[in-house]
């Protein structure tokens, strides 16, 4: 029985790292056989040059992707070029054959451009959220997922959620036990627990445009282990109720509550990877009422919990 056939598609200044997570995955044997015929393609047929002159001989042109069960793009070179007409085409035939068609990274933008996640989810790095959004409303973006597969479109997070997809594609293929012997021989994990909302930077403001505001925020930050009342804090900035809590938001966007949580949570996540404190001392000392509050808020926000954050960022062995 033959392997099953991957086309790894290449495009300008391809970065070395993601060509080599498709390249190292789809390239992995077992003692006896190969676990997949992967064939390198370029649009045009010739070598390209990646990143740092880095250059890439090819085995063909599109024509290889005629006949692949998974065609991937990894990564993309330019979010405001679409890909070569030729090379979307080719895509869409991959897909209405009943072949795979991934993108790992910004490769989801290749899949976008050509029409092939209208309507459908996918996944992309963080970072291009916004501007995903904006050109491509028609898709359905999961802002955490590591990867999305919906109807052999599978799409990836940023950089190293590239191994989950490929690893994913290993486990459709091949089940389980041969996903994690591959897992274990590149040593990484089989599956990583969470999503993007771990990696996601989310400050909140240090100051806004309102001198009142700003001299509350400071107070709360120093006394997060107590309790707030809304009362209490408008009597502190020598506004009534209605006229605090309109000011409040306007400055900074959130209610009083919300505010405190996410100061809390981001006090919390300093403390966990830069201490040995327990889980219940760091509610206590941010001012969550119990461990299972802080525990329930964080993984509402994060994904994981305290602890799985603390064994992936933490600085304490």
Known sequence: MLPPSVGLI???????????????????????RPLFDLSIVAPEGKPLEGERAMTIRPDGGLELLDWVDIAVVPGWHDLNEAPPPELAEALVRCHERGAHVVGLCYGTYALAYAGLLDGRRASTHWMAERDFHSRF???????NALYVEEERL???????????CCLFLVREYYGAQVANKVARAMVIPPHREGGQAQFIEQPVAASTQDAHI???LDYLREHLAESHTIDELAARTAMSRRTF?????????M??????????????RELLETTSLSVEAIAERIGFP????????????????????RKTFGEIP
Do not use: C
Not at 245 to 252: D, I, N, V
Not at 291 to 309: C, E, K, L
């Open 10 to 32: 290449l495009y300008p200044s391809i970065s070395p790292f993601h060509f080599s997570v498709p390249y190292t995955v789809f390239g992995m044997a077992v003692p006896d």
């Open 137 to 143: 409303p028609r898709v359905k973006l999961d802002t």
């Open 245 to 253: 809590t309109r000011h409040f938001h306007k400055a900074t966007g």
């Open 290 to 309: 119990t461990a299972t509050s802080f525990r329930q808020h964080f993984r509402q926000r994060h994904q994981v919990s305290p602890r799985d954050w």
């Open 255 to 268: 209610t009083v509550v919300a505010w405190l949580v996410s100061e809390r949570l981001r006090r919390g």
């Open 154 to 164: 599978v799409t990836s997070a940023g950089t190293a959620a590239g191994l989950d």
């Open 214 to 216: 700003n001299r509350l």
